[in-house]
């Protein structure tokens, strides 16, 4: 089993390898036709946004669901660019005041946990982040996938694949030698580590 996760994670991390390079060029493009004098044009300002949203989310998954090897590294600049590019300012913020830097197997953990708990802020809401680890949810409304908190507490995995995080999230913090704890509320969900 624990062959099969580590593919599976070298796989990942290969995707986002792959991916990254194209989409960068495509943000280079789009500097190009700014420089040409295209800067004030909505259809490249959407396409930048595109970018620029891509790029964050190809960084995010790749340390969520990529290879961690030992003794990597992660600062607080990364974290926070991480961060900011794969959320793009939407409904879900994210609060954490010291982000680094961290282990790389550490920070899998708690990006497992913030996607993880971004499913529940479907209706937007704030994650906050607090070394040790504690990542929490919380919102007036939460989505409340009983199903996916069940799989992540160790139940039978059956969940579609867009929930695979609920899966992972619990290897992963094995993996650091920690047990995970979830905390459910109507209005907020804590996840320890």
């Known amino acids: 089993m624990a062959d099969e996760i580590d593919l599976a994670a070298?796989?990942?991390?290969?995707?986002?390898?792959?991916?990254?390079?194209?989409?960068?060029?495509?943000?280079?493009?789009?500097?190009?036709?700014e420089m040409a004098g295209l800067k004030n044009s909505p259809e490249l300002a959407l396409v930048a946004d595109s970018v620029t949203h891509a790029q964050g989310r190809i960084r995010f998954f790749r340390v969520a669901f990529g290879r961690a090897e030992e003794g990597q590294q992660v600062s607080a600049g990364e974290i926070a660019d991480t961060l900011k590019g794969y959320l793009g300012g939407g409904r879900v913020q994210v609060d954490w005041p010291e982000p680094g830097p961290v282990s790389r197997a550490e920070l899998r953990a708690v990006f497992l946990a913030i996607n993880c708990l971004e499913v529940e802020l479907a209706y937007g809401g704030i994650i906050s982040v607090r070394p040790g680890?504690?990542?929490?949810?919380e919102a007036p409304r939460m989505r409340g996938e009983a199903e996916a908190w069940a799989v992540a507490a160790g139940g039978a995995d059956r969940l579609r694949p867009a929930l695979v995080q609920f899966s992972l999230l619990p290897r992963a913090v094995a993996a650091l030698g920690r047990r995970l704890e979830v905390e459910r509320g109507a209005e907020r969900v804590a996840l320890r580590f």
């Open 133 to 137: 680890w504690e990542v929490v949810a």
């Open 10 to 33: 070298r796989l990942a991390s290969r995707i986002c390898h792959d991916l990254i390079s194209p989409v960068g060029a495509i943000g280079n493009g789009v500097e190009l036709l």
